[in-house]
């Protein structure tokens, strides 16, 4: 069971650098800047797929915070829903709300309804314009939904490994046969699950991780280079988020420094604790 003692503080960095770097994206990706290079043609637009990683610290950070107190029946399922929900529908309401007032049309309002329900991620590919990222909040949103689920897939080591190659192949087959993308949930579990993985392990990751840094950092290395050499599948994907998450459960100081975001956003105004995220 995650105590007050578990604290990770580097995830509170690493989740601000994902951030960041898909905000830089989206900032390229718009302005239509006529600049080349590496870092303008590959590496910058790279940054979209850092998603994942926030998906994969999203499962992580879930089970810190819930985990233990639902496999142990300690909160409801009106709580739990509760203390999630009032967290982010009243932050992105307005942000939908402000979209709408910008960009009014029929079809705006009929998404803004979609958003504010928090269940547009139930929709079979769903192509929604209001909020450029809502994609992301949407698979997000169903993860809350499935979260007591995901605790009983994960109630043990061995189901949880069993439950990850399932999701790795599901992974699979959505991008080869039944032609489903990021925006569904089925496609994007494996992050889920590889972070659900990672609590289980978090204790011996995060003692191997601070005993031996300059290894974890080698493999990080070796995992970011991987990615552009070989390309950004499922499986490069997964080693570098895996990689990076490991990493940082051993860092003692990247948690020190926050930036001020909205609670929606998943990231705290102070150091990441295991036991109240």
């Not at 450029?132 to 605790?151: H, K």
Request: proline share 2%.
């Amino acid at each position: 069971m995650a105590t007050k003692a578990d604290r990770y503080e580097g995830i509170d960095g690493l989740k601000a650098y994902a951030i960041i770097g898909i905000a830089l994206m989206h900032v390229l990706s718009n302005g239509k800047y006529e600049i080349g290079g590496f870092a303008f043609n590959q590496l910058i637009p790279s940054f979209t797929n850092l998603v994942f990683l926030f998906m994969m610290v999203s499962g992580f950070g879930m089970c810190c915070g819930y985990y233990q107190r639902i496999i142990d029946q300690k909160i409801s399922v009106e709580d739990f829903y509760k203390k999630r929900y009032i967290k982010i529908w009243p932050y992105f309401a307005l942000l939908c709300a402000l979209d709408f007032v910008i960009s009014p049309s029929k079809e705006s309002l009929f998404e803004v309804f979609t958003n504010l329900t928090l269940c547009q991620g139930l929709l079979p590919n769903a192509k929604i314009s209001v909020i450029g990222v809502s994609w992301t909040l949407a698979v997000i949103f169903v993860f809350y939904m499935l979260f007591p689920f995901f605790c009983f897939l994960i109630g043990n080591k061995k189901r949880a490994w069993g439950v990850a190659v399932v999701a790795l192949m599901f992974n699979w087959l959505c991008a080869n046969y039944f032609k489903a993308g990021r925006t569904s949930i089925v496609y994007d579990a494996i992050y889920f699950i590889a972070g659900g993985l990672i609590f289980l392990y978090r204790k011996e990751l995060a003692e191997f991780a601070s005993k031996y840094k300059i290894i974890a950092g080698a493999v990080l290395l070796i995992a970011t280079v991987a990615y552009f050499a070989l390309g950004s599948s499922t499986l490069t994907m997964l080693f570098f988020c895996v990689a990076a998450l490991v990493y940082t459960l051993g860092c003692k100081v990247g948690g020190y420094w926050s930036i001020q975001l909205p609670s929606s956003s998943g990231v705290s105004a102070s150091r990441f604790t295991c036991a109240t995220w």
